[in-house]
């Protein structure tokens, strides 16, 4: 493949070639390879540009399109448009139309207003794919295809007629019998009981908007199955058609939609569309947040955990913002760089900024490109030259992985559970944030894994530590790889509420933490939420305060092999256990009985002796993160600056700058935004 | 009766058995027995258990619980279904649905979301009543039944075209004509003018808004008729099966609803579903509402009103919480008998938890009842068992009345035209919290008071006091009655605002305060709302400074009985009276110019003599309740403390303990929410 | 005319005779005529009283009525009723409702819930009009007629499917193919490109509210000529009937209108409804808004834009609110002469108060006339008489014109573009709002002006300094307007963001500040939103430091003209120019890199020489308001305190006090809400 092949790290950006203005296309294609743009993505919204009018097709505008990138030596990404349906379209088969809960239909003029199971959107999407790949693929200027454009984005929930006879059929593949929905979804509870699957439908207006939480959690599965469906019907088509060597990804990380399950089916990587300057919204802005543009490392771990190599489809260079909302400022000199090289330390091998130029008109005036509305040369663009630089300096480096020794376990079903469900979700989002802004402070480098089906206790060795703050629902299976892991000699950290829930999720009639008993040494007869005329609820563990947050299982010691390491201070459970080792096989699995904060992860960081891994080589300020990548034996760190203000690291061992490829040791001085890369 | 009877007070549990499993039954059943409850109330929402499909009645599955409980010697309450509807008959039948104002129907998978008026629904539940009541009512284990389960929850406002088809009908019965219906409605106003009954509606959507005020004070008398109707439905049917001494209730105490009719016509007493917890929900908790959980007895003095002892058919025994929201804590030791013991000072001679066991799937996951998931024996269990232990040592004060000298009149009209009118709102709720916490802080026992159409002068005669603090609607036979009730020596005091409308809502082409001019010897040539830019309005009653709250009126005493007592103090209107006293017949009137806060009410607690009232007795501070229940000649005193810390009381005069049969004198100490009953 | 004649100040009021009541009736109006009222409006809802049912008309009422009034000597505005259709109207042609974007309909019952467009509503409006017009304009006693009532109040969109069908053939006319369509919406982007007409449709609801820009500003045009037209369609009716003399208004200033396309085309001059006391609504209360009330002077100059002399059709006189919103206390003594005499200085020669009673029913109970429920004698109708004999003393007035030398240039693309991009929005709020507190507090008479195809250079020559803050759509014509006042003269002052737009709402592909380029002398090769992690940037200019808010355009000076006259003090682009001055021609541009902040307001209005002009005569505080009517040579100074409290001015040269006759000077108190009018 041209890009994430491991030989080196390449530059692109997004384009938009919109008039049939050949000299402005080779202007602007010149001028990005003297910048080091050698690939561009087009196309992704453009089905009127080739199917006009129904069933008649015309390929003259990206067929001279190509034969000038071709010309120009200009390689291209070429995307199917099924993200956005001409007017025709939806204007003659309104069926295809998304709708909102109440039945009311998104219509034409945004992006993504179709819902991937209607037949009649099926069957045109299949036909502009088929025609778009059999004609295009074989020209020698494209390079790989992208499949529509962020699914999932918008909105991911679809709520039209084809849905709910889509949603009818898999769970009829999944029960068999309504019977065993009635029982898998506890219909018992306010006389819910189906007599038929012709009386279920995808959640629909209720009073109190109380649709039965095992009926969404399995709505939200068939949403990513439909989405996973969709995207793999057009990759199927386009494996017909392509050139050997050429690649089919997507773009984009949203909700409701098990992304390793998409690209397993139908990609050959996954990219992700990062635009970090969101922190800087001026509505949104969050002055107490500690990681602001620097969370966005959270959103590129998860595409890791996709794919330890990956490519960034689109890369902010430019101000964000829509006419109709999300306003942002410029980035500030440095920052463009500062983002593209945050996505690389994560493991993008392929970063393409959104977009050349800023678009004119519509609803994304002021989501700038590289080039402002005159297209004239300007500071950013000297930037992404300056970036196109650095990445021949870096070249080594692709191929190489984020290297981690903790671990934060995570599955889809646990993450749709906790969007349903307040209560998973107040303790869920407690962590979430506070494990990884604590990894994040400490420089401790840490790696999602999802508890999938392939996953086996092998796969998790290598983590000396695993976090999985809160399993609220638990498979058999999961439990099975979970007791290898530490019976191998791993070391799992559990929050409250574990194993409270079966994979339907609903609660288990037996004592808690359910599943985790065993391995946990724990049993838990009383819990809580904290109350809110308690506060700052703490358990002592050896002379260290813990802040025991959101919810309190009070615990109890079961078995030789558990041991209490901490107690409750304070409320009425004062002096219960919050806080439980077992020695289970050659490992041990800490059982904690509340969230965890980011004092309270910074503790166990500590005390497992995992925190801040390469302190030996580097001494950085909480301000900077540090990621380190791994080729053979040796290691690429990382270290950005996330700040307006210099920074100053101290390199304890001599390590080479790769942009420089001096040797550096001793105090370093990081000025605003830099970025450096020492092996 | 088996409960409410006067003789004792009586445990219960609500109790859902859902699979067949008679051992289960028979070993929660024994449970519940050996822990003191004797009652279980089920099958409230169990449509489908006997009626799965369209016209097949099956039995067998309560016919066998009820054995059941015959055999283990448990009293059962029997529910009507109607609550929830099943899927099969609003999948066949969608005119029974409600929908909200736009017309959207809600649909099948929460409770409630029927309509009243539907002629089809009506048939149905007409059916399955008569169905279960022939069958089940001659059951032994049977003791009463519930019908339906909460009336206007969830929504208590209707939208269904049966609806508009119904409030037609009842607009006819009440106007005669439409030109009638055009006066009573000033439909001149934007000329809102019908021709026929054809063109009304149940309320629309309308911009910005605004259906006519006349329209939406009838309609909600609508609703209420509806749901009083709904009840007579089944209630009629139920009393024709029933066995001598089965009674009929049912629970709960919602909006736009008249709970006295509804008891009147339909039940032999009123059960109310009490939840103090709420006001420890997360998402609501008020850390400067004073009176949190103890606000409960409000509702509780609501019950009251409706009648002197009634039963509780859901009391809090866990954590509330759905998956979507209410999240709150557990309750903490000694809670669940508190909010017990506030229930029973109330005039509570029956008690049953909610629920049982904690529901495993549903909505309702966290809506905790006496035993957790797992259903082992618990804390809370045994918190049940000690209730149980005090009910046996309260048994006496079975039948006792809740004994009060001051009383706050109350009428569905001016309730409900507050609701819709937001100058009418803003008095209100000023006055209804100001006085009520007034009344707690001080320890003056105070009854709520509907000024029903039965209400005589008679029937007011033992309250010395009597706060009206804004009856905008005044009837003339209301006035009436309380003209009568001064005449005789009673003492009325009246707020700002009253008398300024007709019983249709609009307001009167005459001196303010229209029917109340008289008996208060009052004019109020002008009145404002408090500016926002003036603050701390105050008027002076003899040196003591009151807070005049909300609204002014600038009052002139007319009349020679008419004394100005309390002036204006800043503002234009400085110097202007604001609080005039007026002698009429052997009684007196106060009209207060404004809303009262709290310490306003304090103060006319105190100048009219009404301000604790056990004070010889009893010195408790503000943090703890005073309940009297007297019976015949003996008071019984619930002293309630609802902090967690200790409360000291002093008992001046030597009482005795109920719960020890021991005497008590001087300085007593209250545990943490601990209940003391003294006589 | 009999009002707004140049001769004298008039008063009127708002006059409802719901009910057959000939003795009411004329008490009232004799009543009227004491207190100084000559004028009334009414029936503007009363369609129903003319056509009860459908084509069935009956004058007997309004007859009856108008000849008492001629009897009496009471001058009479009639209204058409087409605000408020009928009951029977709505019900029999629902496709004359307005609707929501979701297709919900707004039904019966409030106001203004037809849409313009409906064929079926536009013929029973030509019957209700012709019939009216035909019948009662000979009437001696009317004077005048206003059409319908307050256009585009309630709301200002437009969603029946008749607005669609009126849009295509609007969009039709303007733009003759679709494709020409196609180019100026940009519907390249998102693939929306049309096929035709059919395909397009007013905005709908679709996916996060994206409705392409260019369509929803050519959507609010489209709005704004229905209107007009549904006007024009009235007069022209009405005018083939009305007697020589009498005139054609109708009131309000509301959004999505043209006011002087309408009053151009339908009226002889504009009426405008003030209320000032929405200031004071307790849900709308803002303590730190320093003007208060007095905002409403920019309504009243809004007003002036349309026409130097007008008519106040609605003035406050007493408090308002609906009952479902809009609370405010009454007004206090002086406030309501405060109020009246505000519209006086800005222009007003009519004022009628709104309204002679207050209504006792509908949702208007609380929208206060001048009499209160009771209709007796009140401090208002004093408060009335009073201003009346003010009047009389004023009369030389009538006919003068406000006089201004500082222009606030506007239009209406720029107004409504800035209503659907929140970029542009952003910073035209803030320098609307700056820019005219800033002429307040330092007693700068301003002027709006709207720029107009119709407007000159000469039209702009009386004005020494032109603010046209963010002149983001610019035609060619407009710009050679500008171009032109400023070669002969004149000095305009643009702000950020001038000159990035066509009038279609497209960004310019050309350097900024695009057509601005010359005659600013400006060069903007970077731009940025502020960013929320910085505040107070800060431009220098000459020792004075400005607040740069919202946005920075970063300049360039271009040409041999233009000079740097400040520079950015902070962010990484402190040192560069962020305020340029250009001589061109005789005069000068001045190019502001960001958005007028009060202070910076007041900067320019100093540095320019055109702050405070009345100095030399006037010296008054900040909280008091100066305003001057001119006629010939005589100032009419109004100085009005909008203050709870006293003010003291300095009358620097003698002038004669209007109300008094007599001669003042030195220091002269003014008592809490006095007017004073100096000449």
Redesign the interface.
């Known amino acids: 493949m041209e890009i994430i092949n491991g030989e080196r790290l390449v530059l692109g950006t997004c384009y ?1 070639p ?2 049939w203005d050949e000299s402005l296309w080779r202007d602007d294609l010149r001028r990005m390879l003297e910048n080091g743009i050698e690939v561009i993505r087009i196309a992704e ?4 540009k080739i199917e ?2 129904e069933g008649v097709f015309n390929y003259d505008f990206f067929d001279r399109f190509l034969d000038v990138a071709a010309d120009m030596g200009m390689k291209v990404i070429f995307c199917t ?1 099924t993200a ?5 379209l939806t ?1 003659k088969y309104p069926e295809v139309l ?1 709708a ?1 809960m ?12 179709y819902n991937y199971n209607s037949p009649k959107y099926q069957e045109l999407t299949r036909i502009i794919v088929e025609k778009s790949a059999s004609h295009y693929a074989k020209h020698p200027a494209i390079i790989g295809w992208q499949i529509d454009n962020e699914l999932n984005c ?2 991911n929930e679809f709520y039209s007629e084809s849905d709910t006879i889509a949603f009818r059929k898999f769970l009829m593949e999944k029960y068999g019998s309504i019977d065993a929905l009635n029982e898998a ?2 219909t ?8 038929s699957f ?2 279920v ?1 995808v959640p ?12 969404v959690l399995d709505y939200t599965r068939f949403v990513s199955d439909s989405a996973c469906r969709f995207a793999k019907m057009q990759s199927d088509i386009i494996r017909k058609y392509i050139k050997p060597g050429d690649f089919i990804t997507t773009n984009g990380l949203f909700g409701n939609l098990d992304n390793q399950r998409m690209t397993n089916e139908s990609l050959d990587f996954i990219t992700y569309d990062s635009y970090p300057n969101f922190a ?3 509505d949104a ?1 969050n ?1 107490d947040n500690f990681l602001k543009d620097r969370m966005w490392s959270r959103n590129l771990s998860e595409v890791r955990a996709v794919s330890k190599n990956f490519g960034i489809m689109e890369q902010q260079s430019g ?1 964000n ?5 999300m ?4 980035p ?2 440095g920052q463009m760089t500062l983002w593209t090289m945050q996505s690389v330390a994560h493991g993008a091998d392929y970063v393409s900024y959104f977009r050349w130029r ?9 989501w700038h490109g590289i080039l ?5 040369d ?2 950013r663009l000297a930037e992404v030259k300056s970036v196109h630089e650095k990445f021949q300096k870096l070249s080594e480096i692709a191929g190489s992985k984020y290297e981690a020794k903790v671990g934060f376990l995570k599955d889809y079903d646990n993450a749709w559970d906790s969007q ?4 998973h979700e ?1 303790v869920e989002w407690k962590s979430q944030l506070g494990i990884f802004e604590a990894a994040q402070r400490t420089h401790t480098p840490m790696d999602y894994i999802y508890l999938r089906d392939d996953v086996t206790a092998e796969d998790l060795k290598p983590y000396s530590v695993l976090f999985y703050p809160h399993p609220v629902l638990i498979s058999e299976e999961r439990k099975v790889v979970l007791e290898e892991y530490v019976k191998n000699g791993g070391c799992l950290v559990l929050g409250c509420r574990s194993g ?1 829930k079966d994979m ?9 933490p359910g599943k985790f008993a065993e391995m946990s040494g724990v049993d838990i ?9 308690n506060k700052d609820i703490v358990i002592d563990w050896d002379g260290t305060k813990l802040e025991a947050a959101v919810f309190n299982d009070q615990l109890v010691a079961v078995g030789e092999h558990a041991e209490v390491l901490g107690r409750y201070e304070n409320c ?1 459970y004062a002096g219960e256990p919050g806080l439980i080792k077992n020695t289970y096989g050659e490992g041990t699995v800490y059982y904690f009985g509340a969230a965890f904060s980011e004092k309270t992860a910074e503790v166990f960081l500590e005390k497992l002796g995992v925190k801040d891994p390469h302190n030996a080589k580097l001494e950085i300020p909480e301000t900077c993160e540090l990621a380190v990548r791994k080729k053979d034996d040796t290691e690429y760190c990382f270290v950005l600056n996330y700040k ?1 203000a210099e920074a100053e690291i101290h390199v304890k061992e001599e390590m080479t700058d790769l942009y420089t490829g001096e040797k550096v040791s001793g105090t370093v001085v990081l000025k605003p935004f830099e970025v450096r890369v020492l092996k």
Chains 1, 2, 3 share one sequence.
């Not at 109440?102 to 207003?113: A, F, I, K």
């Open positions: 938009y919109e008039h919204f453009a089905w009127s006009r009018y448009p956005t349906p001409p007017a025709w204007e998304n909102n109440d039945g009311v239909l998104y219509r034409h003029g945004g992006r993504r207003h918008e909105k979804w506890g018992n509870f306010w006389n819910q009981t189906y007599n012709e009386e439908y629909r207006t209720t009073l109190s908007n109380n649709t039965n939480p095992h009926e800087y919204c001026l802005y002055k101000a913002g829509w006419n109709t909302g306003a942002a400022p410029t500030k000199p800023t678009c004119t008109y519509g609803t994304e005036i002021y402002d509305y005159s297209g004239r300007n500071r349903l469900d307040v209560w107040k409270y339907y999720g609903r609660c288990v009639m037996d004592k808690l007869p009383e819990y809580t939420l904290v109350s809110p005329d009425y307006d």
